[in-house]
């Protein structure tokens, strides 16, 4: 059963334009909501991340939008490049437990020159 | 980049042999986590560690095994191989718990024919 549900599978956006990626989860014991950002041959890597006490949180060209009441969240890259072409993946974790990090499937974004 | 090296990177096996990934890390960082990278399924937590001799199973922890003898080595180990277990594996490291905050090797690639 899949703790974070993300959308679209992949995602093709002209270089300029907007890329937004969205992410459901279901338990709200979750608290801490990252995005992780991952090149071919290589380990995912933090990106960004929220919590539920703020609705948006901008980091340069990256945003990140959550709805606590919908319990929805999702990354808005503006101005996308051809180097932001990568896997995203939104994830979930709970201040119980070890830190232990639920991922959703991931968003193979393309940006064309 | 954090000092995470996965050994070996590449590995091809058979069914039915044990298969041993090492997981090493510079950091002194407390917990240890071994995932799986699947298409379709994201990342899933296999084990985790929080400390030396401390482990505990993650969402998808059958036919695998764990062990941390030393902060810096945490070893995952398929006693018999199946080519469900075909993957890649990322080890990930963290200092803190509830922070979410990641850092992963570059994964190590099996093959169970």
């Known amino acids: 059963q899949q703790q974070v549900k993300q959308s679209p599978q992949s995602l093709i956006v002209q270089k300029g334009g907007i890329s937004i990626i969205n992410c459901a989860y279901e338990n709200t014991a979750f608290d801490y909501f990252p995005w992780y950002q991952q090149f071919p041959g290589k380990g995912p890597a933090l990106l960004i991340a929220?919590?539920?006490?703020?609705s948006e949180k901008k980091e340069g060209r990256f945003t990140i939008s959550f709805n606590k009441s919908a319990k929805q969240f999702s990354l808005h890259i503006m101005d996308s490049q051809p180097g932001d072409s990568a896997t995203y993946f939104c994830?979930?974790?709970?201040?119980?437990?070890?830190?232990?990090?639920?991922f959703g499937t991931g968003t193979r974004l393309t940006v064309i020159p | 980049d954090a000092g995470i090296t996965q050994s070996p990177r590449h590995k091809v096996t058979e069914t039915g042999t044990p298969v041993t990934l090492r997981c090493h890390q510079t950091?002194?960082?407390?917990?240890m986590y071994w995932y799986r990278q699947d298409p379709g399924h994201g990342l899933r937590l296999i084990h985790y560690?929080?400390?030396?001799?401390?482990?505990d199973k993650g969402e998808v922890s059958d036919g695998y095994s764990v062990s941390r003898s030393k902060t810096e080595d945490f070893l995952l180990t398929l006693e018999s191989a199946t080519s469900s277990q075909t993957s890649v594996y990322f080890c990930?490291?963290?200092?803190?718990?509830?922070?979410?905050?990641?850092?992963f090797g570059e994964g190590s690639r099996l093959t169970v024919l």
């Open positions: 990930a490291i963290s200092e803190l718990t509830g922070t979410g905050e990641l850092f």
């Open positions: 950091e002194n960082h407390r917990y």
């Open positions: 929220i919590r539920p006490d703020v």
């Open positions: 994830a979930a974790s709970s201040q119980t437990g070890a830190n232990n990090l639920f």
């Open positions: 560690s929080y400390g030396v001799k401390d482990t």
